[in-house]
């Protein structure tokens, strides 16, 4: 599982509801109402690391993760 993944899963992030983030290993850098507007500005941030960018729903969601094997 990466980083990135493992924060999204362990985090509480009910003040980001509604909003995309973007994740750098352990650490949300920005968020935002739109996620190209996210993107662009970790991209300034930190123009040589490629971010991953979540949407965190208003309401609960169950997340499902499989290992195959």
Avoid: H
Wanted: aromatic share 8%.
């Amino acid at each position: 599982m990466s980083r990135e993944f493992e924060l999204f899963l362990k985090t509480n992030l009910s003040r980001y509801k509604g909003l995309y983030i973007a994740i750098l290993g352990d650490e949300i850098v920005a968020s935002g109402k739109n996620a190209k507007q996210v993107w662009e500005k970790c991209r300034k941030k930190y123009p040589n690391k490629i971010p991953t960018i979540a949407k965190i729903p208003r309401e609960e969601t169950l997340i499902l993760v499989i290992k195959c094997k």
